[in-house]
């Protein structure tokens, strides 16, 4: 049976803590899953990005941003977000914002829009859907990202196998989801290291 987005969210969710840190029983405990970078893999802490045009502060505590596009290709993006010693940071604040399935930002509202604080476990999640192409760029989310006290990380998340990547100066292969297509959307992975 062909993998859906709740049963890969599922099996993120009840992934064992230190295992999944060190990202090695990972793809026993969910081998229909793809591995993403690890933390302890020496690249340090995930890149900075920036953040565009289209930010807007004060976006709503929501993970559900697909009700805001019924018509878009359903995405569910997960993930970590840890330090440098890979040690999972609950509390800390993950902030999405990106196009429609029209390529088009919600410059009046909020749709697409959204923030959330990691679980006891480090871990973030949003079911959205998959941002559109826009003149000029290849498709990507735009997250902030702050660990409690911390510094705020500003960057883009990337998907693989888009022609577009290789033209766009703001791509980074290090900033790219592990995609997984299901039998409902995709489900796209990243952890990231402030
Ligand atoms: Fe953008």
Same mark, same amino acid.
């Given at each position: 049976?062909?993998?859906?987005?709740?049963?890969?969210?599922?099996?993120?969710?009840?992934?064992p803590?230190l295992?999944?840190?060190?990202?090695?029983?990972?793809?026993?405990?969910?081998?229909?899953?793809?591995?993403?970078?690890?933390?302890?893999?020496?690249?340090?802490?995930?890149?900075?990005?920036?953040?565009?045009?289209?930010?807007k502060?004060?976006s709503? =505590?929501?993970?559900?941003?697909?009700?805001?596009?019924?018509?878009?290709?359903?995405?569910?993006?997960?993930?970590?977000?840890?330090?440098?010693?890979?040690?999972?940071?609950p509390?800390?604040?993950?902030?999405?914002?990106?196009?429609?399935?029209?390529?088009?930002?919600?410059?009046?509202?909020?749709? =697409?829009?959204?923030?959330?604080?990691?679980?006891?476990?480090?871990?973030?999640?949003?079911?959205?859907v998959?941002?559109?192409?826009?003149?000029?760029?290849?498709?990507?989310?735009?997250?902030?990202?702050?660990r409690p006290?911390?510094?705020?990380?500003?960057?883009?998340?990337?998907f693989?196998?888009?022609?577009?990547?290789?033209?766009?100066?703001?791509?980074?292969?290090?900033?790219?989801?592990?995609?997984?297509?299901?039998?409902?959307?995709?489900?796209?992975?990243?952890?990231?290291?402030?």
């Amino acid at each position: 049976m062909r993998a859906t987005r709740r049963s890969l969210l599922t099996a993120f969710l009840s992934l064992p803590l230190l295992d999944a840190a060190k990202m090695r029983a990972f793809a026993q405990a969910a081998p229909q899953l793809a591995l993403t970078r690890s933390c302890d893999d020496g690249d340090g802490p995930t890149l900075q990005r920036e953040a565009g045009p289209y930010f807007k502060p004060d976006s709503p =505590l929501d993970r559900d941003l697909h009700l805001g596009s019924p018509g878009g290709e359903r995405i569910t993006v997960a993930g970590f977000v840890f330090d440098n010693g890979c040690r999972p940071l609950p509390g800390s604040l993950v902030e999405i914002w990106h196009a429609d399935e029209n390529g088009e930002y919600d410059r009046d509202g909020f749709r =697409l829009r959204g923030h959330q604080f990691t679980d006891v476990q480090g871990r973030w999640w949003f079911n959205t859907v998959v941002p559109a192409l826009y003149p000029g760029r290849t498709r990507h989310f735009h997250f902030k990202v702050q660990r409690p006290g911390g510094s705020v990380l500003t960057t883009q998340l990337f998907f693989p196998g888009e022609p577009g990547n290789a033209d766009d100066w703001i791509f980074d292969d290090s900033l790219l989801l592990a995609v997984n297509r299901t039998s409902d959307g995709q489900f796209g992975r990243f952890d990231f290291v402030v």
